[in-house]
């Protein structure tokens, strides 16, 4: 029994278990369990349809990935039916609430005997089979690509998700043509019970010129005078950010994540919203996830009044709840609001403002199912908080139930710690092996490379001779596995951890890679290694940064010795808000008082020039990135190992590293951070300038929100700068985008790697169950294909930067595109019959810099893409 089945075996037991006992708020990341079209839990009651071709066509033969035998393998639409106009679905009843997150298409395949399929389909749903409701994602569109062929399964998310009891799916064709369907639903039970929930239209918000809409863009109920009956951002799974104007989702306006209210619109001082459920509960608590960033007037409520009612009139008596204030934290929080066992089918909660405004982005209830007593208040005499009558089960049955779940769970329990005790001393046993095969052929490249230094110039054998030694000792150092954090801030953008996925098994979505993935998964793996690949690309250029930095073979380790940099007082250090999470822990967006004591000359003049210093010597602006309490004794060294190499960094387009706070844990790194923030959202805000003109008038800061084409290219002209010295270096970056550039004043930009840990940039990682990975749409095809990262693939990454440049970001990078097409396009990229497809030029964007840069940068064959030498010196001739 394999390692992995075992786990979900118990992970799936667990499950039936805590659902039995326990009611809380839904995880859409980990809500996505298929609810029995496939598996059989779905009843053929449950599976109705408009019309049918035949019997052997009916709706209970659209299962996905379902073999009846008795019939031809999908459910089919009655074409004369469908010819007349009306729209023709497929049903499914759930017989109870549920929170959907993913839906499942395929077509009649009959083992080569069909070839129906939906190639577009819509979704429709009700929680109570009378108001049905049309889903729409979150930029308005209702129609889902489907399939592309009769027998795959295709799988969409639904964004937003959807909390229904019953679902229809209405496949979109020309009526000549003749579809079928299988489907599934993915999600998990709605234990909340909430049906609906009536609140005041959000309203608008002008925050510095900026418009902040604060409505509930997501609401499917009757949208009148007051939105009734209804679910919609409070109830999707989803929480917004500290900063309300950003979020986590691409290409939405600000404020989107959460649903606000003013004072001035509310004389009585408070927001009243009434929640209905399916039937009479007992309410334990409710938790409001609401925005605290008080220096733009938002605060959280600074009292709850909820009234109950279960019959025709509301409780006379409210819970009353005074959350403590916070004037310290700007930090967006979940308050947890004690509803005192209160029984109720309705809840009506005012909440009253504690500042000029009042914003929340989700609510969730906990609570257990009971019977309204007409003659009494409170609980049923003859029945216990959270039980209800009405559903009497068996209690000596659910003892024994429970009894064997725990039985079976303690025997699961017992095989996975044998089975994992034995692949430890496998794993014992391989490293052995390993470290001696390992020393053998350290010693044999050794030789090697004093014979190879002979037919080289004297600074390349140095340069050679100190890369295999320290590449020697950074595969001893991380045990050969890579499961340690990564020894530079930019070679280790992907933390190569139990969740990474390796970029070749990425080959096996295409086709014609099937047979062969397992050699290329192989041949990955070797590019992969700390030392460099096969071909003798600096995939990781570490060896190469010691031997250029730290002088001449035999000098000490970088790990080993104090930092370069100063010793910063922590108290010094004053936190401003929390960037989001990075490879060691986390990092903090901090003011840093006095930093400009205890930089050196050149760091001084270069900050005074590229901005974040405060008038008189104030403030600094600094991203603070702490190691986490729990690291081991491999993190904390490659944590001072990264200290040590970013200190080293010397180039004014490159974020230097100021400081460290290293006498203490835990133990921090202090880099800059413009005042301007990231070149992706700066350019957002920005409007293109009358005509592409070109020159050097004009490449100054930006007026106002106006920017020039000229300013524009001064500014990619400082991100080719900074790659051109990091190239120098034989150091790849790995992760070169917007979002990872910040910008000072006067337009200086400077490169970072702060992207992956924001979770506002998380949408643009591809995500492996859950996980934001790999940056596939500015990533090289042979990077996502092979796993192969060079100065080649960063080139390929600077024309999807220079590309984004140009369209001031207002777009994602094949933003028409989804995840599983951008990978297939990969694939045509690998083929090279012309079927490949390119970022289309941008409007502001000339002919020749888009032919002679921009496509060049995305060839096929990496020997023939620039270097950022050339493409440095490319773009000072266009500015000249």
């Known amino acids: 029994m394999k390692v992995m089945g075992v786990v979900q075996i ?46 052997s066509t009916a709706p209970r033969f659209g299962r996905l990935d379902f073999d009846h035998g008795d019939g031809d393998g999908a459910w089919c639409p009655d074409v004369a ?23 499942g298409t395929q077509g009649r395949h009959a083992d080569g005997m069909g070839n129906e399929f939906a190639q577009r389909y819509r979704i429709h749903y ?59 639903l993915y999600g998990c039970q709605w234990l909340d019970g909430l049906m609906g929930y009536s609140a005041p239209e959000g309203h608008q918000m002008i925050y510095r010129g900026l418009d902040v809409f604060l409505n509930d ?202 089975i994992l005790w034995k692949q430890v001393w496998q794993k014992l046993l391989e ?17 090697q490379t004093q014979a190879f230094s002979f037919l080289r110039s004297s600074s390349s054998s140095t340069t050679s001779t ?24 930019y070679e280790r953008i992907f933390p190569l951890s139990a969740d990474y996925q390796e970029p070749s098994r990425l080959i096996r979505k295409l086709p014609e890679f099937a047979q062969s993935a397992d050699d290329l998964v192989a041949s990955s793996r070797l590019l992969l290694q700390p030392a460099g690949g096969p071909d003798g690309g600096p995939h990781y250029a570490e060896a190469d940064i010691i031997s250029l930095l730290d002088g001449p073979p035999g000098a000490s380790s970088l790990a080993a010795g104090p930092p370069a940099v100063k010793e910063f007082p922590r108290d010094r250090l004053s936190f401003r808000e929390k960037l989001g999470e990075g490879q060691f822990g986390e990092v903090h967006l901090c003011e840093a008082e006095g930093m400009q004591d205890f930089l050196d000359e050149d760091a001084s003049e270069g900050r005074s020039h590229g901005g974040g210093w405060s008038h008189g010597g104030g403030p600094l602006l600094v991203a603070v990135k702490t190691l986490r309490e729990d690291a081991n004794k491999n993190a904390r060294n490659d944590f001072l190992k990264e200290i040590r190499i970013l200190s080293r960094l010397r180039d004014p387009n490159i974020v230097r590293l100021l400081a460290v706070c290293v006498d203490s844990d835990p133990l921090c790194m202090i880099t800059e ?27 100054g800061e930006p007026l106002g929100s106006v920017v020039s084409y000229a300013q524009l290219m001064s500014m990619v002209l400082q991100v080719a700068a900074g790659m051109r010295y990091l190239s120098s270096l034989n150091f790849v970056h ?89 990978i297939e396009n990969t694939g045509e990229f690998f083929r090279d019959q012309g079927k490949q497809v390119y970022l289309p030029k941008p409007a502001s964007c000339p002919d020749d810099v888009y032919t002679d840069l921009m496509l060049r940068c995305w060839r096929r064959n990496a020997n023939q893409r620039p270097g950022f030498q050339e493409i440095h010196r490319h773009l000072l001739d266009n500015a000249a």
């Open 126 to 184: 009700s929680r109570d089979d009378a108001h049905w409701v049309g889903w729409r994602d979150r930029k308005g569109q209702p129609v889902i690509e489907g399939n592309r062929n009769p027998y795959e399964a295709v799988l969409k998310d639904l964004e937003p998700p959807i909390i229904a009891r019953y679902v229809r799916f209405m496949p979109v064709t020309d009526h000549s043509m003749i579809v079928c369907m299988r489907v599934e």
């Open 81 to 103: 039916a469908a010819a007349d106009g009306r729209r023709q679905y497929l049903q499914v009843d759930l017989r109870s609430l549920h929170f959907l997150t993913l839906v």
């Open 734 to 822: 790995r992760d070169l985008a917007t979002r990872n550039c910040l910008v000072g004043a006067s337009c200086t930009i400077k490169i970072a790697d702060f992207g992956m840990s924001r979770n506002l940039y998380r949408g643009d990682y591809y995500r492996i169950q859950g996980r934001a990975v790999l940056p596939i749409r500015w990533m090289a095809w042979e990077s996502i294909l092979l796993g192969k990262f060079t100065a080649a693939s960063d080139v390929w990454a600077f024309g999807v930067t220079l590309w984004e440049v140009l369209t001031l970001c207002q777009q994602q990078p094949y933003g028409a595109l989804t995840d599983e097409q951008v």
């Open 431 to 447: 490293k052995a092996s390993r470290r001696m095969l390992d020393d053998e052929l350290t010693a044999r490249l050794a030789v």
């Open 217 to 418: 863009s997501v609401y499917d109920g009757v949208a009148a005078d007051r939105p009734t009956k209804g679910l919609g951002l409070l109830t999707d799974g989803a929480w917004g950010l500290d900063d309300f104007l950003h979020s986590p989702i691409y290409g939405v306006w600000p404020g989107y994540d959460y649903v606000g209210w003013t004072n001035r619109s509310f004389p009585r001082g408070y927001v009243e919203i009434v929640f209905d459920f399916d039937h009479v509960r007992t309410f334990t608590s409710m938790k409001v996830h609401c925005s605290n960033m008080f220096s733009r007037g938002v605060r959280l409520f600074r009292q709850a009044s909820c009234f109950f009612r279960s019959e025709a009139e509301w409780e006379g008596d409210p819970v009353v709840f005074l959350p403590p204030a916070d004037r310290v934290s700007q930090g967006a929080r979940f308050v947890t609001v004690p509803l005192g066992e209160r029984t109720a089918s309705s809840i009506r909660c005012r909440l009253h403002f504690g500042d000029l405004w009042m914003l929340i982005s989700e609510v969730a209830f906990q609570s257990g199912s009971a019977v309204y007593n007409t003659s009494l208040r409170g609980h049923p005499t003859n029945a216990l908080p959270g039980e209800d009558p009405t559903h009497k089960v068996d209690d000596s049955n659910t003892r024994i139930l429970i009894g064997c779940l725990v039985a079976i769970i303690a025997i699961l329990s017992a095989i996975i710690v044998i």
């Open 673 to 699: 951070y413009m005042e301007n923030g990231d070149l992706n959202q700066y350019l957002h805000t920005l409007q293109l300038g009358q005509g592409p003109s070109r020159g050097a008038e004009g490449q």
């Open 10 to 55: 118990r992970h799936h037991f667990l499950l039936m278990l805590l659902s039995a006992v326990g009611r809380s708020q839904v995880n859409p990341e980990v809500c996505r369990y298929p609810l029995g079209m496939s598996g059989g839990q779905i009843l053929d009651e449950d599976i109705t349809a408009s019309s049918q071709w035949s019997e």
């Open 466 to 489: 100190s890369s295999s030694s320290s590449s020697s000792e950074v595969e001893e150092g991380q045990g050969g596995g890579g499961d340690s954090g990564g020894s530079s801030t």
